[in-house]
């Protein structure tokens, strides 16, 4: 029996950029894949040329042994192939039951009118048969992130019903970037079970969840398949190597700990019995100057609301905050940032950048009252002189600085943000989930820019995107459950065991 799904031969060049070099790659009945590579490795042009939003150079197509042609999304649809991207593209302020049927209403309408009745009873059973356990006429708004993307498959499952497709195919992009671990476990449980009925085609850069996840592994580099892995064969170590093309990581290597420098005994902020109703309770401690400090826990023990608290996104109701031993009163995020305090939003994309603006803007917005001349224009000489020296010291891969910063990958986006707050010479970084949603080679790029930060005397606190990234990184751990702090550990001369860390958050 023909597999289900074979690209053979696919070929892709934009410009000069050679994207995919004669890329093969298969996807049988019932089977997760996972693809992963770097940021710029060609895993979304890939299936962007499978879904039909690209068309391949080269190469050829088969579906259950049919060469088949897909010119756009409407087409791939047909043939039961459909792509949840990572930004989702359901409609929030719509009913669940119309994002399921937009722009197929026709199929519910008779003499010229929708029979609403109709549209919903047919979404009730399509979300019984997902399992997912939520009214259709609920605003799609009120659903969580999980949620909704279980909607989109919802959506594709049904579609490939319309056509006639017994085994539909679903592409996953980095579906669980902005998902908490209980979130991350539904969808889990969620796509185990809809393996049963479908194929499913997985992009992360998160490769515990590939190796927990996928029957098989490609893995792409420069556009080429340098590997693909059975279940047996496939670890983190493994595909780190085959995605950088060098020798075996050790944690030592990855985290920089030879970096690692002794954190000066200058307190640059002190926190004491702050709290906040049912959010953090009696919270105090200290950070020094050319520190990293870990913050861990686990979702609700408190750790979020305290770094927002320190920033100015949401207010204390008790307690007090000193910077280099002056009381400072933090009300919103202008008042962090005059005594200091910059923050990396989890969401980069959202919170963290301006997408539509230059690069040279998103990285000098909190500084332009310093770059103003004469009858109020701003100094863009000196401006992109600024970004550009940025540019160099942190390694952003860009065109041009007048690109749009929607034109970076997530690894360089971060490291924009990250130039924001070095222009501005803040003094204390609080960084969410720094290295969230970018490739094994950008987590490198910044874990050497938080070195050369803390070098550079600039303090940070850190919540991790894994407490291995907590430990690797930090010279202090406070550990918190419950809203309160369970421990400190020291993790400069010596990095504590895992466990030790699990058995205060847990």
């Known amino acids: 029996m023909p597999k289900l799904l074979k690209m053979e031969g696919i070929d892709k060049s934009f410009g000069s950029t050679h994207a995919l070099k004669v890329v093969d790659f298969e996807v049988d009945r019932n089977e997760i894949v996972g693809l992963v590579g770097e940021n710029g490795a060609g895993k979304s042009t890939l299936m962007k040329i499978l ?47 119309e994002n399921l049927f937009i722009s197929h209403e026709n199929m519910f309408t008779t003499y010229g009118v929708i029979s609403k009745k109709k549209m919903i009873n047919t979404a009730k059973r399509v979300l019984q048969e ?6 259709p006429t609920t605003n799609t708004f009120n659903l969580n992130y999980s949620q909704r993307q279980l909607v989109e498959i919802a959506r594709n499952i ?4 319309v056509s006639e497709i017994e085994n539909p195919l679903i592409i996953l992009d980095e579906p669980t970037t902005v998902l908490e671990q209980a979130e991350i476990d539904f969808i889990f449980a969620k796509l185990k079970q809809l393996k049963e009925r479908l194929s499913i085609v997985y992009i992360s850069h998160n490769l515990s969840e590939v190796v927990a996840l996928c029957d098989r592994t490609y893995i792409l580099r420069d556009g080429e398949v340098v590997s693909c892995l059975g279940k047996s064969d496939t670890s983190v170590e493994n595909i780190r190597d085959r995605m950088v093309g060098q020798g075996s990581f050790n944690d030592n290597e990855y985290y920089l700990t030879d970096l690692q420098r ?18 953090f309770e009696d919270i105090s401690f200290k950070l020094y100057k050319g520190e990293i400090l870990s913050l861990c826990g686990t979702v609700g023990s408190g750790k979020e609301a305290l770094c927002e608290s320190l920033c100015g996104l949401r207010q204390s109701d008790g307690g ?10 933090i009300k919103n995020p202008y008042d962090a940032y005059k005594y200091g305090i910059g923050y990396t939003p989890e969401d980069r994309r959202n919170a963290g950048l301006i997408q539509d603006l230059p ?36 390694n952003i891969r860009l065109q041009s600085l007048q690109a749009a910063c929607s034109s970076l990958s997530g690894g360089n986006q971060q490291k924009v943000i990250i130039a924001k707050w070095v222009l501005s010479k803040v003094r204390i970084l609080i960084m969410s989930h720094p290295t969230r949603g970018v490739d094994v080679k950008a987590k490198q790029q910044i874990y050497e820019v938080m070195r050369d930060l803390v070098n550079k005397g600039i303090s940070i606190i850190l919540m991790g995107d894994s407490f291995e ?3 690797g990184m930090a010279n202090r751990i406070i550990t918190m459950k419950n809203r309160r702090i369970t421990g400190e550990l020291e993790a400069t001369q010596s990095k504590p065991a895992f466990s030790d860390v699990l058995e205060k958050i847990v």
């Open 51 to 97: 879904a039909g939003v690209y068309k391949a150079d080269l190469g050829r197509i088969f579906l259950e042994g049919k060469e088949i042609s897909i010119n756009n999304l409407v087409e791939a649809s047909t043939y039961g192939i459909g792509m949840i991207f990572q930004e989702q593209s359901v409609l929030k302020n719509i009913p669940v039951y």
């Open 130 to 135: 997902i399992g997912l356990d939520i009214s």
């Open 158 to 161: 049904w579609l490939s019903e």
């Open 262 to 279: 002794i954190p000066e005994q200058e307190v640059v902020l002190e926190v004491e019995n702050l709290h906040k109703y049912m959010e």
């Open 320 to 329: 007090k905050i000193l910077i280099n031993g002056k009381r400072a009163v």
């Open 359 to 394: 690069i040279y803007e998103n990285m000098t917005l909190p500084i332009l009252t310093n770059l103003r001349k004469a009858l109020l224009f701003i100094d863009r000489v000196t401006q992109k002189e600024l970004c550009t020296n940025a540019v160099k010291t942190l």
């Open 469 to 471: 990234e907590d430990i």
